[in-house]
């Protein structure tokens, strides 16, 4: 913990490799929250904090974007920043430097990351696996499920900024109203390809917790990748959409510090929910491009779109799509009556339960399903509101 310029007490939390190979590269990540109980005595709504990495002569570090982050005055930040290090031949022990700068530019506290550089670990020999130990320590323990909680594993794929197609995964575990449980937090990018072979063991873990009470599986992903049909991917026997809901969320939208963006967000989300809710939707040709910001609360497509990205900046929480090569009619649409029915809160439970007949039928799933809730966001990132 570290008090600023500011007055402020903050302290990092830091995910970092613990055991690096040399030549390759591993991701570190450093964000900031508030420490003690002494509130937010500023009439500005939020400041700008740096990081920097040094690794010495060692360990070659290089930013990935920004590096400073900001400070809000509900205790979180808008995301991490961060770093891309690759430690060279040498090997034994080793450390990199981080560094926390205020806003004037004064550091307020370095602290020494310990690393070990080494070759990788024989087959038989355990990797060491890089966690956030602040914020392990605030979650609930992986006790059995309290029978009709709503739960949900969330896994979000990252783009790892080194590599074009590799992904860090983070998988979390949330019971609703508790902190989530981080089961995974990769510091190194896995292909897409491996992804879902590599998901087995949280996922048996979370099958296991929750036992047979209500439960979702969520889809962090990159806007362009939005519509990719992870409700096909097989863990285990079955197919994840014959399993549980299976839905799609923007990592844009999650992590972006736009705050009149995460205001429409919540406001088309609360009113989805509410007898208020506006449903557009759309039977026209795939050159369709989204302009419309103002009423939709749920899009329907017939087609897959070119850009989610214009409907996710409108803040639209759910988006319901046709997926190529789906060849049924128009009239074959199973979601009509749930429009008509105004029973929009239960449109994963609804897909899910049009997947599964499907798939007892022989048929191809044909639909994808943006869900996006703005209230509850994955381990290490604020539920974000405009300030008052």
């Known amino acids: 913990m570290a008090t600023t310029t500011l007055g402020l007490e903050v302290e990092p939390v830091v995910r970092w490799p613990r055991r690096m190979t040399p030549g390759t590269t591993y991701l570190v990540e450093a964000d900031l929250r508030l420490a003690g109980d002494g509130g937010w005595p500023y009439e500005e709504e939020e400041f700008s904090f740096t990081f920097l990495l040094d690794g010495g002569p060692g360990i070659a570090v290089e930013a990935i974007g920004e ?58 020999e355990p990797e060491e696996t890089s966690v956030l130990p602040d914020l392990t320590r605030q979650v609930p323990d992986r006790t059995p499920a309290r029978p009709g909680a709503a739960h949900f594993l969330t896994v979000q794929l990252q783009p790892s900024g080194v ?67 992870v409700e096909r991917w097989t863990i285990g026997a079955e197919p994840l959409g014959s399993v549980a809901p299976v839905v799609v969320r923007s990592y844009e939208r999650i992590h972006s510090s736009d705050a009149a963006l995460h205001d429409r967000w919540r406001r088309h989300w609360e009113r989805l929910h509410s007898p208020q809710a506006a449903v ?20 329907t497509l017939e087609f897959t779109p070119r850009s989610f990205a214009p409907m996710v900046d409108a803040g639209l929480p759910a988006i319901v799509w046709r997926r190529a090569g789906d060849t049924r009619s128009s009239e074959e649409n199973p979601f009509v009556s749930t429009f008509h029915s105004r029973d929009l809160p239960r449109l994963p439970q609804l897909v899910h339960e049009w997947r599964r007949s499907a798939q007892e039928r022989g048929q191809e799933v044909g639909f994808g399903l943006l869900w996006d809730d703005p209230g509850r966001f994955p381990g290490g990132f604020p539920a974000l509101r405009a300030p008052l």
């Open 280 to 299: 557009a939707a759309f039977v026209v040709q795939p050159q369709f491009e989204w302009h419309d910001q103002s009423n939709a609360d749920l899009l």
């Open 67 to 124: 590096s400073t982050l900001v400070l809000h005055r509900f205790g979180g930040t808008y995301g991490p920043v961060r770093f891309a290090a690759v430690a060279g031949e040498h090997a034994g022990p080793g450390a990199l430097w981080l560094s926390l700068l205020t806003p004037r530019g004064i550091i307020a506290r370095t602290d020494e990351l310990k690393v070990t550089v080494a070759p990788p670990a024989r087959q038989d």
């Open 163 to 229: 590599d074009d197609d590799g992904y860090l995964v983070t998988v979390w575990a949330q019971e609703q109203g508790d902190h989530p449980v981080p089961l995974r937090m990769d510091d190194q990018a896995t292909p897409l390809r491996d992804i879902p072979a590599s998901l087995a063991e949280p996922f048996n873990e979370f099958r296991g917790r929750v036992n047979g009470s209500e439960m979702m599986i969520e889809f962090i992903l990159p806007n362009r990748m939005l519509d990719l049909p």
